[in-house]
């Protein structure tokens, strides 16, 4: 058995964040989220994480380790530190911190809703300013005459968006899966995927970084259907101009 320090940050509310500590002893296979979980179970029932199929299915676990996202339950200890090291584990960047290591994704939501792919089993939804709170639908209804689309693959975990330095700069840009989702579906017969994806916050505010692909837990490459996404945009404007 390895004795480890998890560094883990804490916020409640609007207090100011800060780090707790905890020493754990753990078997290196064993996977980040346990950690977390003895920890919960035994030193301190007030933290708060997120996890649900513990075979990184259901997108709940994503987290930062170490300053890189992950799904905690699938990123063996081992990988990520050594004997005697330290975990350092933060919530999801560009979302808001529900409490401790929970965010909420409905920023995420909302956009994949947009592009016609909204989530199935939304996690979370705190209701934004001036709107009403919206309960989780089971099954997401599609405007009259219009068809919801999932993105293959996708988790809708909102790890691309976390890593994408330009989502922390803007919070308005579409970001990774959005933007994934256009792509799948084509721009033919959708003038207004076509109108979000050839806007400010469409496929001209990616900087080309790729850290969506990087650290994807899926197979879903949001950064190349990015660049795919830009072609078939310039396309269209070229063929609006040559006629
Ligand atoms: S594209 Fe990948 S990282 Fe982004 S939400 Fe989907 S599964 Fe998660
Ligand atoms: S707990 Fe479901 S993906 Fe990690």
Redesign the pocket.
């Known amino acids: 058995m390895w004795k480890i320090t998890y560094r883990i940050r804490r916020q409640k509310g609007d207090e100011a964040s800060h780090y707790d500590t905890f020493q754990v002893e753990v078997d290196p296979e064993e996977y980040v989220l346990d950690g977390i979980e003895k920890i919960w179970a035994f030193e301190d029932r007030s933290l708060t994480f997120r996890h649900a199929c513990h075979h990184s299915t259901c997108?709940a676990c994503?987290m930062r380790v170490n300053g890189v996202e992950k799904l905690t339950c699938i990123t063996k200890i081992k990988d990520v530190t050594q004997d005697g090291g330290t975990l350092t584990v933060d919530p999801l960047r560009n979302f808001p911190v529900v409490s401790d290591l929970v965010v909420d994704l409905g920023p995420?939501y909302r956009k994949m809703e947009a592009v016609h792919a909204p989530p199935v089993h939304p996690l979370s939804m705190t209701p934004w300013e001036g709107e009403d709170i919206r309960p989780p639908k089971e099954v997401p209804t599609p405007p009259e005459g219009g068809e919801y689309i999932r993105?293959p693959?996708?988790?809708?975990?909102?790890?691309?968006?976390s890593a994408c330095p330009v989502a922390a700069s803007d919070p308005d840009y579409l970001g990774?899966?959005p933007l994934?989702a256009i792509q799948i579906q084509g721009l033919e017969g959708h003038p207004e995927l076509l109108a979000l994806a050839d806007s400010q916050q469409g496929v001209w505010r990616c900087h080309s970084a790729f850290e969506?692909s990087a650290?994807?837990?899926?197979s879903?490459d949001?950064g190349w259907r990015i660049m795919d996404l830009r072609r078939q945009v310039t396309a269209r404007r070229l063929k609006t101009i040559i006629g």
Do not use: F, H, Y
């Not at 650290?215 to 899926?218: F, N």
């Open positions: 997108g994503g995420l993105l693959d996708c988790l809708e975990c909102g790890i691309c968006i990774p899966a994934a969506c650290v994807c837990p899926s879903v949001p």
